[in-house]
């Protein structure tokens, strides 16, 4: 197996790959808060770490995938409060939404998807766990860590400890034994959710939440930890210092981190007016073209949205599928035919020169995939080598293509590959029922044209002979009766192409 290299931002380094576990790949990613619904900048990790998922999972590994939701937190009471809703029912009501613009994207559901509020045993244990080993202490309820007793703070953001404190979402409390302390858990408020325990009721901290769900499920030491950019500092520096700070190893081997969205070339902000939900943009652009264009960019680099490349990815997209349905269409329903063997005395044949070199361009298109996303998973140069199959493919075709088995092996590896990437080349295939009512059209265009009654049991055998047909009309110059049938096709939903070689045909 090829060397997998990730780009750590602990390290700031291109690394080999090497799992805690052999054969075994751990991965935590943080998911949204649920107080509304998800926006394009939560859907960018959500389709980077799927696919980081789908790849190791090609590529051999056994993957354990771990995304939370933040069902306890300020913006869900707050929003809560001004709809009148109980928090907990308001949240609930935006995982299902989650849910649902997830399978727009074409994201694979976690193996856990853990919630806050399912977990808090596991908080307050880690929470106890940190107070008896000196790393955190009580204040009047609220429980704080102690910064200055884990001397690794500031290792992943590589922050100074004036930069650390600049940029820290720390409470104003001048209570603390230092102003970087940050909150493991919050005394209750009057009239907020709330939870008992040793120090009284109140509900966790952000930052604790994920030390104890991904201890829960993946353990004191896994693999990958990812999210967005904006999450290394404070939210993923202090996970690891709680988490190393009590069971005092690794939390995380490799911390991977996307890069921010930009819109119109402008930071996305509310202030600006530029905020738009994935909800949103997926009301103009269908979900595989949203990830299709979130993958054409490497995911640690930042990525501007605007009509008009999310209008250049979905040409782009249906390039990679015309090229699988141009395939379809040629090869058919037709099983390859095998090879007739040789009579003893029959000098071997030459080999096929396009044949060959077809054959050798699948065999690098998957290499240049491959390579691309050993190569902390570039996912821009993996398309690109999906566009070089497709071209070859095409060349292919223009060339008097005859040989079926070829081409339809060429098409289910592009097909392969793309789902790598959860990109879907059947996406919009026809349902039987569709099948069905498309073989009564054709069947009514032949039978309308004079064509003779006969058994044709398949869409494919039907386009032949209508076809063949309308090849008959144009030598007998009856131009009208064989654009009749290109215009009966047309309305059926029947593409045809005039070629050097014939016609060939597909599904508008």
């Known amino acids: ?169 720390v409470d104003v409390d001048r209570r603390k034994q230092d102003a970087a302390d940050f909150a493991l858990w ?25 030390s104890a769900m991904s201890h829960r499920y993946l353990g004191e030491s896994f693999d990958i930890h990812g999210g967005g950019a904006d999450l290394i500092f404070p939210h993923h520096e202090n996970e690891i210092a709680q988490s190393e700070g009590r069971f005092g190893c690794f939390m995380a081997k490799y911390w991977m981190h996307n890069g921010f969205i930009t819109i119109h070339q402008e930071k996305m902000s509310k202030s600006l007016g530029n905020f738009f939900l994935l909800r949103e943009i997926l009301a103009q652009f269908p979900g595989q073209v949203v990830r299709f264009y979130l993958l054409s960019v490497h995911y640690r680099s930042p990525v501007d949205f605007d009509d008009t490349k999310l209008t250049m990815a979905q040409r782009g997209l249906e390039r990679l599928k015309n090229a699988v349905r141009t395939a379809a269409s040629i090869t ?28 050798a361009d699948m065999e690098e298109g998957k290499k240049q995939f491959e390579e691309a996303m050993n190569d902390d998973f570039n996912t821009a140069l993996a398309i690109a080598a999906l566009f070089e199959i497709a071209r070859a493919m095409n060349t292919y075709v223009a060339g008097g293509a005859q040989t079926i088995a070829a081409l339809r092996k060429a098409s289910d590896r592009l097909v392969e590959l793309a789902e790598v990437l959860g990109i879907d080349l059947l996406e919009g295939k026809s349902s039987d029922a569709e099948d069905r009512e498309l073989l009564q059209a054709l069947h009514t265009l032949f039978l309308s044209l004079g064509g003779q009654e006969k058994p044709a049991d398949t869409v494919e055998e039907h386009m032949e002979a209508l076809l063949a047909l309308r090849q008959s009309f144009r030598d007998a110059k009856n131009y009208a009766g064989a654009d009749q049938i290109r215009d009966g096709l047309k309305s059926a939903g029947m593409v045809v192409e005039d070629t050097a070689q014939g016609a060939r045909w597909f599904r508008a």
């Open 1 to 169: 197996m090829q060397d997998i290299l990730i780009y750590n931002t602990l390290t700031g380094a291109k690394e080999v790959f090497v799992p805690v576990q052999e054969g075994k790949v751990s991965m935590y990613c943080c998911g949204p808060t649920t107080y509304n619904y998800i926006h394009i900048g939560n859907g960018r990790p959500m389709v980077v770490f799927d696919t980081v998922r789908r790849y190791m999972q090609y590529k051999g590994y056994a993957v354990t995938y771990v995304s939370n939701f933040t069902d306890v937190d300020d913006k869900i009471i707050d929003r809560a409060a001004s709809e009148g809703e109980d928090p907990r029912d308001l949240a609930e009501r935006y995982i299902e939404e989650y849910f649902k613009d997830a399978e727009a994207l074409g994201v694979l559901r976690a193996d856990v998807h853990p919630q806050v509020s399912g977990h808090m045993p596991e908080i307050l244990a880690f929470v106890e766990a940190l107070i008896a080993k000196g790393m955190a202490y009580v204040l009047d309820g609220d429980v704080y860590y102690a910064v200055e007793k884990f001397p690794g703070y500031g290792k992943l953001s590589k922050r100074s400890r004036e930069d650390l404190l600049d940029g820290a979402r």
């Open 186 to 210: 919050k005394k209750a408020k009057p009239g907020e959710p709330s939870w008992d325990s040793p120090w009284g009721p109140g509900r966790p901290g952000w930052h604790i939440e994920c």
């Open 332 to 359: 058919g329903g037709r099983e390859p035919e095998p090879a007739e063997p040789a009579e003893p005395a029959e000098p071997a044949k030459s080999p096929d020169p396009a044949l060959t070199a077809f054959l």
